[in-house]
Structures are given as structure tokens and as C-alpha cells.
């Protein structure tokens, strides 16, 4: 019979992609992990992985254990917590999903303040490219909350944070002025961008609207990192659109709104039944949301 352990490992190697990173995050040796992955497969009878030179993929076993090797082991978490929520330890372990931009802006400082009112609560963060994909995951089972752009259809419960403004950064100096604190995107038709890569689930909001505006933008450099943008723009390699919680408060350049506004509904959803732990961190993040950092605020007047 597979154990809960094993489980926890093939889960890990899945959401890294990789067996070395998946070793690094449970801190176990690369060869004990590969000896956990080796013993279930032996109780299976069969491959969960096909190995390739930088990454892994799923088999078709694979895929099929997947749902039910989450429903395991989020089964187990829960009891664990129920339990200690009973005898009064308030420990436990809280399972967030988000999306990059998401963990990057709003989830800091409302941690910082989970951590203080639960400090015996370790937190697991779970970070997604794309909106899809973090839906995906949370209806699978991977978390107990999902942080991010609400869902459409979602079947469990929505709490809505609120709506999030994106802004336009610009560099330091040279093109468009935008001292009245708003600029039209058709202002920046022939500028070179700093874009995300095309499977970044930012990319698709300046193309939207771009095409609303009436121009392709072109791209001066495309980056992974959801963080390195605004130090691009900095940089003076261009403009870039990117939502009001990413931009540092060191950022060099100018901020500006896009005319006309672009904005998206965040909200943090979890499964029909959430359970204590997760309610209080839904009700949590509900009052310490801050949607619009107050440098950026100060900054666009």
C-alpha cells in the first residue's frame, strides 16, 4: 500500500518539475527522494514520470494517480488540523495558492500579520503563472485557498477583495510626459516595451489593450519575472503595463494611469466547506488587502 509519505513526495516532484528541486523544498537528499518515487512506482507497477535531460512530465499513471494522491494527502492535512484545532495546539499547516503577481504585491504584509496572530502555523505557498492554472490547481485539491484574479464558474465560495488598477511604468526620463498622472496607451504606439514572456499570465493584459488602442506592441525585452520588470523600466528600456502592487517603492522611473483604466477583480476562493483555518485567513485577508500600495498612490496624485 502507497504511503501518505510517498505520496507527499510524488506531489512535490509535480509541482517543481524537477527531482532536484523537489529534493531541495521537502530538504531531503536527491537519491532518498528518488528511492520514495522508486518505491511506488514498484507498488504500482508501473512509471510516473518520463525523465527528461531538464524536467519531468507525467505518464498516463502518473495523471491518474495525481487527483487522488492530492486528495490524500490534503485529506490528511485536514484531519491533522482538525485535531489539533480539538486539543487546542492551534498548529497546523495553511496551503495558499496564488499567482505570481498576486504573491508578489498583496500577500506579504497580510502574512506578515498571519504570522503574528498564528505563529505555530507553517504556510505553504503554492505560486502560478496563470490564473488558469491556479484555478486548476485549487480544484485539484493542491490548496486551501486560492489568492488571485477571480475565477469564472468557480463552484466554491468567492470572497472578493477587492479591484486591482494597473499602472503604466515609464523610465526616469525621455518620451511621453505624463505629469498629469494619466497617459493614453496610444501615446506609446511605436515605443519598444518591456513585456513578460508569452506564457507569463500578465503577457495577455498589455496585448489586450493594445489591441483596444489600436496598435501591436512591440517588444524590447520579454522577462520570466514578474519582479524585474519595474527594473527594467528603470532601466530606461521601456514602458511596461503591470498591476499597482508589483511596483517597489524604490522604483526609479515615473508612474502614470493608463487612459482608459485597466483593472482586474482579485478575490480569495476556497472549496464549498472551508475549514476553520482556512476561514480565518479568508476573513484575514478580506481586512488587510491593500490593492493599491500607498507609494503608488502618492505618485500618481
Do not use: N
Not at 511604468?169 to 494619466?182: C, F, H, M, V
Not at 516595451?193 to 489591441?211: F, I, K, S, T
Not at 482579485?266 to 500600495?293: C, K
Amino acid at each position: 500500500m502507497p504511503t501518505l509519505r510517498q505520496f507527499e513526495a510524488f506531489l512535490t516532484v509535480v509541482d517543481e518539475g524537477s527531482f532536484t528541486r523537489a529534493a531541495q523544498q521537502r530538504q531531503v537528499s536527491q537519491p532518498g527522494l528518488s528511492q520514495q518515487i522508486a518505491a511506488l512506482e514498484s507498488e504500482l507497477g508501473a512509471s510516473l514520470f518520463h525523465r527528461l535531460p531538464r524536467t519531468v512530465t507525467l505518464t498516463p499513471t502518473g495523471r491518474a494517480l495525481l487527483p487522488h494522491a492530492r486528495a490524500a494527502v490534503d485529506a490528511a492535512a485536514r484531519g491533522t488540523t482538525a485535531a489539533r484545532a480539538v486539543v487546542g495546539t492551534g498548529a497546523g499547516e495553511l496551503r495558499i495558492g496564488t499567482v505570481y503577481s498576486t504573491g508578489l504585491g498583496l500577500l506579504p504584509g497580510v502574512l506578515t500579520q498571519w504570522r503574528t496572530e498564528h505563529p505555530d502555523v507553517t504556510v505553504r505557498l503554492y505560486e502560478h503563472r496563470t490564473t488558469e492554472g491556479l484555478t486548476a490547481a485549487t480544484a485539484a485539491g493542491q490548496a486551501d485557498v486560492a489568492v488571485g484574479p477571480t475565477p469564472p464558474g468557480w463552484r466554491g465560495r468567492v470572497r472578493v477583495l477587492g479591484t486591482e488598477e494597473f499602472v503604466v511604468l515609464l523610465p526616469p526620463t525621455g518620451g511621453p510626459d505624463a505629469r498629469s498622472g494619466e497617459i493614453a496607451l496610444e501615446r506609446l504606439a511605436e515605443v519598444a516595451w518591456v513585456q513578460y514572456a508569452a506564457d507569463h499570465g500578465l503577457a495577455g493584459e498589455l496585448d489586450r489593450a493594445a489591441r483596444d488602442a489600436g496598435f501591436h506592441p512591440r517588444a524590447a525585452v520579454r522577462t520570466e519575472q514578474t519582479a524585474m520588470a519595474p527594473l527594467l523600466v528603470a532601466a530606461g528600456l521601456g514602458p511596461a503595463l503591470v498591476p499597482a502592487g508589483i511596483v517597489p517603492s524604490s522604483f526609479g522611473g515615473r508612474i502614470a494611469r493608463p487612459v482608459p483604466a485597466i483593472t482586474r477583480e482579485l478575490a480569495a476562493t476556497t472549496g464549498a466547506e472551508p475549514d476553520a483555518l482556512t476561514s480565518r485567513f479568508v476573513a484575514l485577508v478580506s481586512r488587510r488587502a491593500v490593492l493599491m500600495p500607498p507609494h503608488v498612490a502618492a505618485r500618481l496624485g
